[in-house]
Structures are given as structure tokens and as C-alpha cells.
């Protein structure tokens, strides 16, 4: 079988071009996901009451996992960090606030290592009174593990006159190749933005600010590279019943073509999630998450072969009569369901 295949390559190169282009391909979405009870809650406290945990952004490191997430407090939206060696754990780890900003608001984190500064880097959006546009804003530490070592924010985009954005947006993502680092964002109106600087240049630079996608999407684009190929891919988040849809890319400049992008047949949405056997169903909205990467550095390289996919969730009629602040969201994680357990 080896040696036909290599006279077919040999023979007819369109034949290994096919065969190379499955291949890129790179990723399959799981028919159905299997839904763990929520990991983390809220945590009940007599100062600094949290009603929503969101926004999860999580690297595996030093025998620990170390989660970054949108805290919803009385009058302020801010970032909490706990790490714990076992998912088990989680929802008993200590919490602890993170000091890097004296705005009322900075959430939606985003955590990796960048090699070229041997740092860690913590990227937010701010809002700052005297800024039409929200800051992307960053911090960073050398020491993970040290929630009190991360910098007081600073900006990559301030919102001022220079600010090469045209609209202003939310869930600030960065994701870097061998050049340049590449910032994307979504304006809540059907479009993801890209801009991108000099690896070089980074933190500083971002420019060349364009449309990167324009579809019926809504918020919480998430880019990684898929391992083994040279494709990215970029999950987003739909309006209404949450849910995530997927595109996929041969460059991080490139065009994003649809793979999942419909409730009845997405990334993740209540049609291909069912709880793992003995959990009750307490998500039906599948919000803001961060597949787990493969490395922890600034190419968010995933491995498709090991999906796991940490999200906010809750149910559809627990939002009845709420505003979106009131809305009390916990963290869980979907696995692709072993065909045997699928319905």
C-alpha cells in the first residue's frame, strides 16, 4: 500500500497535494462534547461578593494550573486568579484579586508566555474615564505562581487620538507567528478586527487596523495554532442561546473560512453538548471559554488530538427578567464524548 502511494505521489503530484492539503486540514470538531459539573463558582465571602465567574484563560505550568478570570463584584468587574494541581480542586483554591489596575472595570483576561522577554504576559480590557475607546491594556510578571508580582497596567491602545481603531471593541486576543504579533478583537456588529506589529515591537506598534472577518457573529474571538500544520484556527462566540462557531485559516493575515458555524452544527452550543453521565444539566448557553493549549507560549498552539474546552456557562431560563451584569455565569469544561457515550 506504501509503494502505491508513493507512485501516486510520484506519478501525479496533484495526488500528495490532496493528500497534504487533508492533512492541514488539522482538526476535527467533536460530534458531541461531554460536560463536566461546574468547576468553578463563585465563591462565597463576607467582603468583595462575587455573582458571576466568566471569562476563564488558563495555562498548565509548574505542576499547577493557573486560571485568570472576569469577576463580577458589587459596582466593579475585575480579574481573580487561583491555581490548583487536580481540576477537583478547583472551586477550593485560594482566590486572589489581582491589584494591577484602580479602574472599576478590567476583565476578559488573556495569559501566555512571551519567549523573546521571558515574561508572562497578562492582556485585559480597561476602561479609562478621559477614553472613548476601552484600553487594551497589559501586565506582567516573571513569577506565575506570585498573584502580588504582576505590573500595574499599562497600555498597547489607550483610545487616544493616535488609537489606529476605527470602532471601538472588546476581548482583546493576541497570538504571535515568526514576525509579527497579531491583535484581534470583535465589535459586537458581525465583525472581528486585526491589527499586527513587529514581534519585534511588541507590546508597542499595532497598526494596520482591518477587517479580519465579517459574519453573524458577535463576541470572545479566540485564535490558536493547530499542531502538527500550518492553520490556525478562531472561535466565536454567536448572540441569543450562546453558542461558538469555528473558522480556520492558513495565516494569521489570511481569510477565515467557515467549519462550524451554525447552532444546529457549530464548535460547541447546546445541540452537541450533553452533561457527562451523573450531572445535571446546568448550562445550555456556551459562553466565553479558551480551549487548553498545548504550550503556554505566544503561538497558543493547540493540539487537536487532546480538545478541552473550559467556557462560562448557565442556563437559558435563568436569564429571564436580567440585564447581562446580572447574569450569574460559572465555569465548567466540555471533552469530546467517546462515541459509545454520544446519543
Known amino acids: ?10 506519478c501525479c503530484p496533484s495526488f500528495a497535494q490532496e493528500a497534504n492539503q487533508q492533512k492541514l486540514t488539522a ?18 465571602r463576607s467582603a468583595n461578593k462575587s455573582r458571576a465567574q466568566k471569562d476563564p484563560t488558563i495555562i498548565f505550568a509548574d505542576g ?5 478570570m472576569t469577576v463580577k463584584l458589587p459596582g466593579k468587574s475585575a480579574i481573580e486568579y487561583c491555581s ?19 479602574s472599576d472595570y478590567f476583565c476578559a483576561p488573556q495569559v501566555f508566555y512571551f519567549r523573546p522577554h521571558k515574561k508572562w504576559y497578562l492582556i485585559f480590557q480597561m476602561g479609562v474615564k478621559s477614553s472613548k475607546k476601552m484600553w487594551v491594556a497589559y501586565s506582567t510578571t516573571q513569577n506565575i505562581d506570585e498573584p502580588g508580582s504582576w505590573s500595574k497596567a499599562k497600555p498597547i491602545l489607550d483610545g487616544g487620538p493616535e488609537d489606529p481603531r476605527t470602532v471601538g471593541g472588546l476581548d482583546y486576543w493576541i497570538i504571535c507567528d515568526q514576525q509579527r504579533a497579531y491583535l484581534f478583537f470583535t465589535s459586537l456588529d458581525g465583525r472581528m478586527w486585526r491589527l499586527w506589529t513587529k514581534l519585534r515591537d511588541f507590546p508597542n506598534g499595532f497598526e494596520h487596523c482591518e477587517i479580519a472577518l465579517q459574519d453573524k457573529i458577535f463576541e470572545a474571538s479566540h485564535t490558536y495554532r493547530i499542531k ?5 484556527l478562531t472561535l466565536i462566540e454567536e448572540n441569543g442561546q450562546r453558542f461558538f462557531k469555528a473558522y480556520i485559516a492558513d495565516q494569521l493575515d489570511g481569510k477565515w473560512q467557515p467549519l462550524a458555524v451554525t447552532f444546529e452544527k457549530p464548535f460547541a452550543s447546546a445541540k452537541n453538548v450533553e452533561p457527562r453521565m451523573g450531572v445535571e ?25 487532546n480538545l478541552r474546552f473550559v467556557f462560562q456557562g448557565m442556563l437559558q431560563k435563568h436569564k429571564s427578567g436580567k440585564g447581562y451584569g446580572a447574569y450569574q455565569w460559572r465555569i465548567g469544561m466540555l471533552t469530546p464524548a467517546k462515541p459509545e457515550d454520544s446519543r
Do not use: C
Not at 64 to 68: A, C
Not at 228 to 232: D, E, L
Open 1 to 10: 500500500m506504501k509503494i502505491l502511494v508513493l507512485m501516486a505521489a510520484i
Open 228 to 232: 502538527g500544520s500550518n492553520r490556525y
Open 281 to 305: 444539566l446546568w448550562a445550555d448557553n456556551i459562553s466565553h471559554g479558551e480551549l487548553i493549549r498545548f504550550s503556554n507560549d505566544e503561538t497558543l498552539t493547540i493540539d487537536p488530538e
Open 84 to 102: 490548583f494541581e487536580d481540576w477537583k480542586n478547583a472551586n477550593q483554591a485560594t482566590r486572589h484579586l489581582l491589584a494591577i489596575s484602580d
Open 64 to 68: 499547577k494550573w493557573h486560571v485568570f
Open 27 to 44: 482538526i476535527k470538531i467533536p460530534k458531541m462534547w461531554e460536560m463536566t459539573a461546574p468547576l468553578i463558582e463563585p465563591e462565597q
